[in-house]
C-alpha cells in the first residue's frame, strides 16, 4: 500500500498534518510505504528509521541531469518528430551548461521548438529566462508561490552573481538576509551555496535571468538606481 502526499510544502500551517504523519511513522506497518513530494525537509523526527535503513531520500542531487542524461531525454523527446532537425553536440553542450540538468527546462526548451515559437535550434540555444515558456513557468510555480518578502529581496538581490548575507543587508537595508539566504537553499528555490560553509550562495541562471526581467517590469530605471 501506498500513500503518496504531493507539494507537501505548499501546506499552511502543517503542524497537525505532520503530528499525523508522525503517528503513522511510529505506528509504522510494513505494508505501507509513505512517499512524501515536497521542496523542504518535513518537520519529523526520521533519525531512527534512517538508522534502520527504512529511510530513502531523492534529493536534487539525484534528479539532476547528467550530460549524458540531457542527450538522451532530447533524443527520445525529438523522436517522431518528422521535420525536426537533429539535436547537435554544440546545442546539447550549451543547453546543459545553461540549464544545468533542470528536467524541466529541457522539455520545455523541447516544446519551444514543438510549437514552432520564434527562433530556429540555433538560436535557441540561447534559451534564457526571459523566453516565453521559461519565464510562464517560473512566474507560475515558483515566483507566484513565494511571499511578498521573499518575492521582494529575491528581485532586488538578482543583480548580484554571489550572495553574501553582508552584501544583501546592506544593498536591501534589511537585516535578515541570512535566514532568508537559507530559506530560498533549503526549499530549493532555484538556490545553492557555492560554498562548504554556506556564507556564499547563487540563484541558478535561469532563475536569475528570469528575476532580472521581471524586476525591469516592476521598477523603473531610476527606482533601481535608488
Request: proline letters at 3%; aromatic letters at 10%; charged letters at 25%.
Given at each position: 500500500?501506498?500513500?503518496?502526499?504531493?507539494?507537501?510544502?505548499?501546506?499552511?500551517?502543517?503542524?497537525?498534518?505532520?503530528?499525523?504523519?508522525?503517528?503513522?511513522?511510529?505506528?509504522?506497518?510494513?505494508?505501507?510505504?509513505?512517499?512524501?513530494?515536497?521542496?523542504?525537509?518535513?518537520?519529523?523526527?526520521?533519525?531512527?528509521?534512517?538508522s534502520?535503513?527504512?529511510?530513502?531520500?531523492?534529493?536534487?542531487?539525484?534528479?539532476?541531469?547528467?550530460?549524458?542524461?540531457?542527450?538522451?531525454?532530447?533524443?527520445?523527446l525529438?523522436q517522431?518528430?518528422?521535420?525536426?532537425?537533429?539535436?547537435?553536440?554544440?546545442?546539447?553542450?550549451?543547453?546543459d551548461?545553461?540549464?544545468?540538468?533542470?528536467?524541466?527546462?529541457?522539455?520545455?526548451?523541447?516544446?519551444?521548438?514543438?510549437?514552432?515559437?520564434?527562433?530556429?535550434?540555433?538560436?535557441?540555444?540561447?534559451?534564457?529566462?526571459?523566453?516565453?515558456?521559461?519565464?510562464?513557468?517560473?512566474?507560475?510555480?515558483?515566483?507566484?508561490?513565494?511571499?511578498?518578502?521573499?518575492?521582494?529581496?529575491?528581485?532586488?538581490?538578482?543583480?548580484?552573481?554571489?550572495?553574501?548575507?553582508d552584501?544583501?543587508?546592506?544593498?536591501?537595508?534589511?537585516?535578515?538576509?541570512?535566514?532568508?539566504?537559507?530559506?530560498?537553499?533549503?526549499?530549493?528555490?532555484?538556490t545553492?551555496?557555492?560554498?562548504?560553509?554556506?556564507?556564499?550562495?547563487?540563484?541558478?541562471?535561469?532563475?536569475?535571468?528570469?528575476?532580472?526581467?521581471?524586476?525591469?517590469?516592476?521598477?523603473?530605471?531610476?527606482?533601481?538606481?535608488?
Open positions: 500500500f501506498y500513500l503518496v502526499i504531493d507539494d507537501f510544502d505548499r501546506i499552511n500551517n502543517a503542524g497537525d498534518i505532520n503530528q499525523f504523519l508522525q503517528y503513522i511513522l511510529d505506528c509504522f506497518p510494513r505494508f505501507l510505504h509513505l512517499i512524501v513530494v515536497t521542496r523542504s525537509i518535513p518537520d519529523l523526527k526520521l533519525a531512527r528509521m534512517m534502520q535503513r527504512q529511510l530513502n531520500w531523492v534529493t536534487q542531487e539525484h534528479l539532476t541531469f547528467k550530460k549524458e542524461e540531457t542527450a538522451a531525454l532530447l533524443e527520445r525529438q517522431n518528430k518528422d521535420g525536426e532537425p537533429d539535436m547537435d553536440e554544440q546545442t546539447i553542450l550549451e543547453l551548461q545553461r540549464l544545468e540538468g533542470w528536467v524541466t527546462g529541457l522539455i520545455l526548451f523541447d516544446r519551444s521548438l514543438t510549437v514552432r515559437l520564434p527562433g530556429t535550434v540555433e538560436e535557441n540555444r540561447t534559451f534564457k529566462g526571459q523566453h516565453r515558456l521559461i519565464f510562464n513557468y517560473l512566474e507560475e510555480n515558483v515566483f507566484c508561490m513565494m511571499s511578498p518578502d521573499l518575492q521582494q529581496f529575491a528581485l532586488k538581490s538578482a543583480i548580484l552573481s554571489t550572495l553574501h548575507k552584501l544583501c543587508n546592506h544593498l536591501l537595508n534589511i537585516r535578515n538576509a541570512a535566514s532568508i539566504l537559507h530559506h530560498l537553499e533549503a526549499h530549493h528555490i532555484f545553492s551555496a557555492v560554498d562548504g560553509d554556506r556564507q556564499f550562495y547563487r540563484f541558478h541562471p535561469i532563475f536569475r535571468e528570469f528575476l532580472k526581467v521581471r524586476l525591469a517590469m516592476q521598477f523603473s530605471s531610476n527606482q533601481m538606481a535608488e
